[in-house]
């Protein structure tokens, strides 16, 4: 069922409208039941995998949380300040077991899942090389939203264990956490402690709720099939037949993808979001109009927002505090100085951060290097900011003015684009080649006239999927100013239903769909 269809549009409104008519008592039991549905609906193979990482997340938590509630019994009963110290020792090291044991099987299920085919694969080609035997290849469900699900069991069950809150012990709010139908396929990652207090007791009906909720919704989908969809066409054409293609072609590919994948990632959030509104359940911010960004590190401030601080919590402060980290940190600094200390404790979390974030995408080479790319272009920030900062100076350069922030935005917007050719190429082999082919036959007249029209639209398309993407960017550089649905909300009540209806059949009628047409899957939807 996928979120642009129009039957997860009549299961959406099924589930709103029991959500309301059931009461507030009962509110959490339909959404658990509405989750149940939609991965009956999307396949019952994907529910035993759901399953283990819910219960070994949650069974997890409440082992950790006995431990601590023993722990906390004995230090109230203890004064003397080394037992205190040995009880706590002694708690830390049994609940560090019991998370060693969750996280095995919850990200274990994920690796196996999703890596061991690239593993066997990558074994059997080093093997070969060798005149060794191969290992036989089987091919792993990849089961429905397991990158999303995982990482909200183990960032609650880490935060049960770094004492962040108390374990949970309804199962039923836990179960609705990790499968809730909105945020379960492609996010946001979302964390229990915000999540939990919005379906504990349910919420009331409100029509600004509904009212906001479907705006957001209209919003989702108009940038999803009338933007997205439609910029697809071009990209895929272009991809599809890359070795018949050489010089600025690639160029324009690359920047159109990158408005394509934000479109489509973007508008799914909110379609998902607004979703989720209606019911009085706000979901984690994914997206701050990250092509506004002035470098790589705000971009990704930016951008899939819930999973850069998911990284930031669970993985850039652990492993920056970590053994290794510290001892490298203290030869750095008696070899190098306090500097190059600072440089490597901020390197070395990037560097995992960004390898982890590369396979997260997906278990191929291609990604592992996109992730590796913007490691490298993290850590160069950081070696080079005083640098910068002093030739800035020395250049005299105003960075309040209007043009030097335009030609950040235009700077970092560049180099994402780089890295969307290494995301979106199916091998790294073919990134090579088409980086290759950018330099060949460098002609701009390829784009003007009959030519341009040969990438799968007509002019109609071409004009129309411009003037969308000029409307999004209105859209987006407002939203920078003020919340328009805000705004909206206090306008005559004529002049919002004419927004609304001007929204509806902006989809309606310039939508991609139609019985000749598919519409595409979310990209995030695969990873």
């Keep these: 069922m996928n979120y642009q269809s129009g039957a997860f549009l009549l299961f959406s409104a099924g589930v709103i409208l029991l959500y309301y008519l059931a009461g507030r008592r009962l509110q959490k039991y339909v959404l658990l039941l509405a989750n149940l549905a939609f991965f009956l609906i999307a396949g019952p193979k994907y529910i035993p995998f759901i399953l283990t990482t819910m219960l070994a997340s949650f069974f997890a938590g409440i082992l950790i949380g006995r431990i601590y509630e023993k722990e906390a019994a004995e230090l109230a009963q203890c004064q003397d300040k080394s037992e205190k110290k040995t009880i706590r020792a002694n708690s830390k090291k049994r609940a560090k077991k019991i998370l060693l044991g969750g996280l095995i099987i919850t990200v274990g299920l994920l690796a196996v899942c999703k890596y061991s085919g690239f593993v066997v694969e990558n074994i059997n080609a080093i093997s070969a090389r060798f005149g060794l035997g191969q290992i036989g290849t089987f091919r792993m469900i990849l089961p429905l939203g397991i990158s999303f699900y995982t990482f909200m069991a183990v960032g609650y069950v880490l935060d049960v264990y770094w004492k962040r809150f108390k374990a949970e012990k309804n199962f039923i709010l836990f179960a609705v956490f990790i499968s809730y139908f909105p945020h379960v396929v492609q996010g946001p990652i979302d964390r229990y402690a915000a999540f939990k207090p919005q379906i504990e007791n349910g919420t009331p009906f409100s029509c600004k709720n509904l009212t906001c909720g479907a705006q957001l919704v209209i919003w989702g989908f108009f940038k999803k099939l009338v933007i997205a969809d439609r910029l697809g066409i071009f990209v895929d054409s272009v991809y599809d037949q890359w070795t018949e293609y050489t010089g600025v072609i690639f160029v324009l590919a690359a920047v159109v993808y990158a408005l394509q994948i934000y479109a489509d990632f973007s508008g799914c959030i909110d379609i998902v979001s607004g979703v989720s509104e209606m019911m009085g359940i706000k979901l984690a911010q994914n997206f701050n109009h990250p092509y506004f960004a002035k470098n790589i590190a705000e971009f990704w401030r930016r951008w899939h927002m819930s999973l850069t601080s998911w990284f930031k919590d669970y993985i850039y402060f652990p492993v920056s505090t970590s053994r290794l980290v510290k001892k490298a940190k203290k030869r750095t600094k008696e070899n190098r100085g306090v500097k190059a200390e600072q440089l490597v404790g901020t390197s070395i979390p990037i560097a995992v951060v960004w390898l982890l974030t590369g396979l997260w995408h997906g278990a191929t080479w291609g990604y592992i290097v996109w992730g590796v790319y913007y490691g490298v272009l993290m850590i160069l920030s950081n070696a080079f900011s005083d640098f910068f900062a002093k030739l800035?100076?020395?250049?005299?350069?105003?960075?309040?003015?209007?043009?030097?922030?335009?030609?950040?935005?235009?700077?970092?917007?560049?180099?994402?684009?780089?890295?969307?050719?290494?995301?979106?190429?199916?091998?790294?082999?073919?990134?090579?080649?088409?980086?290759?082919?950018?330099?060949?036959?460098?002609?701009?007249?390829?784009?003007?006239?009959?030519?341009?029209?040969?990438?799968?639209?007509?002019?109609?398309?071409?004009?129309?999927?411009?003037?969308?993407?000029?409307?999004?960017?209105?859209?987006?550089?407002?939203?920078?100013?003020?919340?328009?649905?805000?705004?909206?909300?206090?306008?005559?009540?004529?002049?919002?239903?004419?927004?609304?209806?001007?929204?509806?059949?902006?989809?309606?009628i310039f939508g991609m769909y139609g019985p000749s047409y598919d519409a595409a899957s979310f990209i995030y939807g695969q990873f």
Excluded at 434 to 441: D, L, S, T, V, Y
Excluded at 491 to 502: A, C, K, P, Q, T
Aim: charged share 20%; with cysteine.
């Design 392 to 508: 800035t100076v020395k250049l005299r350069i105003n960075q309040d003015l209007f043009s030097w922030k335009l030609f950040q935005m235009g700077r970092t917007f560049v180099l994402t684009c780089i890295g969307r050719i290494i995301f979106r190429a199916e091998t790294l082999r073919k990134a090579g080649d088409i980086f290759a082919r950018i330099f060949q036959g460098f002609q701009p007249g390829n784009l003007m006239g009959d030519n341009f029209t040969s990438y799968g639209l007509d002019v109609y398309n071409i004009l129309l999927a411009v003037f969308a993407v000029f409307v999004l960017w209105v859209v987006d550089m407002m939203q920078e100013r003020f919340c328009i649905r805000d705004a909206l909300a206090k306008e005559h009540l004529v002049f919002r239903w004419i927004v609304i209806i001007l929204g509806v059949l902006s989809v309606l």
